[in-house]
């Protein structure tokens, strides 16, 4: 058997994923994304520039952008060199802006210019996987979906709050082992756990809040 393979085969008590979930609720009662919108279209256009870029970097770009169009017909009429140019600080900048104006125009001609609220629709636009599509459902409408990234898979497998060998699984397995009472908010709860906390090359065990209950067993004593 692999080391993935046993990773995944260890999962956490239910006693101490109630736990964890409990200290991060009352830590951060109400947990929201860094990416900034006003809208679920602009929630949208953000998680679809934000693959393989930080939040901040988008935040950037969408400052710029949303401006000048913060509505499918109006980025159709901005046009694609100039949402090009908004977006340009962000990584693959020219692909995304392609997919946006694609995205953009499903959403005039099948959907009323109104971002639909079903995992299909959403994974029917271009640049728009499963990831995005669960960022959607969860921020923006409310929905229990656990979008998986690599901070999310990390802590997920470090603490084996549900370890798995790729994000499907993880996803899958917190779905199925996250307390009813904490799925709505579990994915951001994660996401900014791994991003300030149990981060990847030295995570901060000794100012973790929830180290006395992480399985993971080469804690720090990195603040």
Not at 74 to 101: Q, S, W, Y
Not at 133 to 152: E, K, S
Not at 171 to 186: C, G, N, Q, T, Y
Request: with cysteine; aromatic share 4%; charged share 25%.
């Amino acid at each position: 058997m692999g080391l993935l393979d046993m990773i995944a085969c260890t999962l956490m008590n239910a006693d101490k994923r109630q736990e964890i979930f409990e200290r991060l609720r009352a830590e951060n009662p109400n947990p929201q994304t860094e990416l900034n919108y006003s809208s679920p279209f602009e929630l949208l256009i953000a998680v679809l520039l934000s693959a393989q870029a930080t939040d901040v970097s988008v935040n950037l770009a969408t400052a710029k952008l949303f401006p000048k169009a913060n509505t499918p017909k109006a980025i159709l009429k901005l046009g694609e060199p100039k949402v090009r140019d908004a977006i340009r600080t962000i990584g693959l900048f020219n692909t995304k802006a392609k997919n946006v104006m694609k995205t953009c125009q499903i959403l005039v001609d099948e959907h009323d210019s109104v971002v639909p609220d079903t995992r299909e629709a959403l994974e029917a636009l271009p640049g728009v996987g499963r990831k995005t599509a669960n960022v959607v459902l969860n921020t923006a409408f409310r929905q229990v979906a656990m979008a998986v990234d690599t901070h999310i898979f990390r802590v997920s497998n470090r603490t084996r709050i549900a370890p798995g060998k790729d994000v499907v699984e993880v996803e899958k397995k917190l779905l199925r082992h996250v307390p009813k009472e904490f799925l709505l908010d579990a994915h951001h709860w994660l996401i900014l756990h791994g991003r300030y906390v149990c981060v990847a090359r030295k995570p901060k065990c000794a100012s973790c809040r929830i180290e006395d209950l992480c399985d993971f067993k080469e804690k720090t004593d990195v603040v």
